[in-house]
């Protein structure tokens, strides 16, 4: 009954590694959202999928960027190789129908990743 | 491409105030426009929604325009309290749900 929730909170990754941020959606919610945001900025959209579905992967910023949602609840964003410039705050978002752009987002707290 | 200015520098007003936020974006308008607010280390909560055929929106203490024409939304917050500092996220909402988002306006309001 609890809201989005993300795990880890807090990653730290060496540069070159592999990680996994995890978002468990409200349950029942059919859309879901992964956003980037970076330190003082507004989140920047990254894909959606509508149940197990990726709909749209337009702001994914490379090819080391994949994310998955395969029964349609739970969904994992992995980055490869990570880089520097991949130190953000990773936020995702569920909302209760299918993509439509007069449904309100609910988020989780976010995974704050830091590539040294 | 698209782009949405908010205030960019932080916004300083007194408990009672009524605290104004502005939202510019360029190009074409979208159907909806939402606004959030986004508290240190948490993720952002969704405040209000207003449609491209609504002047203005309103829920308790907070009120919402939507110009298209100026292609502008303000974000009002009237007599306003420390509790409402926080960062205003103003969202763009296109087909799908994509939202794009502003870089947030930080809010302090003083006792």
């Known amino acids: 009954g609890a809201g989005v929730s993300q795990s880890p909170r807090y990653k730290v990754a060496k540069r070159g590694q592999d990680v996994a941020l995890r978002c468990d959606p409200i349950s029942g919610h059919v859309s879901l959202f992964w956003y980037q945001q970076a330190l003082g900025q507004g989140p920047e959209f990254l894909t959606y999928f509508q149940n197990e579905a990726q709909l749209d992967k337009s702001g994914l910023p490379s090819d080391r960027f994949f994310a998955e949602r395969p029964e349609g609840s739970v969904s994992t964003l992995k980055i490869q190789r990570t880089q520097q410039e991949d130190s953000a705050v990773y936020l995702c978002?569920?909302?209760?129908?299918?993509?439509?752009?007069?449904?309100?987002?609910?988020f989780g707290p976010g995974t704050r990743l830091t590539v040294l | 491409s698209q782009k949405i200015e908010q205030n960019s520098e932080a916004l300083n007003i007194q408990e009672g105030k009524t605290a104004t936020l502005t939202c510019n974006y360029t190009?074409?308008?979208?159907?909806?426009l939402q606004w959030y607010r986004q508290d240190p280390g948490r993720g952002p909560v969704f405040l209000l929604l207003i449609r491209e055929n609504e002047k203005e929106k309103r829920k308790e203490r907070l009120k919402v325009t939507f110009d298209t024409t100026l292609k502008q939304s303000l974000f009002h917050i009237t007599a306003s309290q420390p509790a409402d500092s926080a960062t205003y996220l103003c969202a763009l909402a296109y087909q799908g749900g994509k939202l794009i988002f502003g870089q947030g306006t930080e809010l302090s309001v003083k006792p």
């Open positions: 978002a569920s909302s209760l129908e299918p993509g439509s752009s007069y449904n309100e987002q609910f």
């Open positions: 190009n074409y308008s979208p159907a909806y």
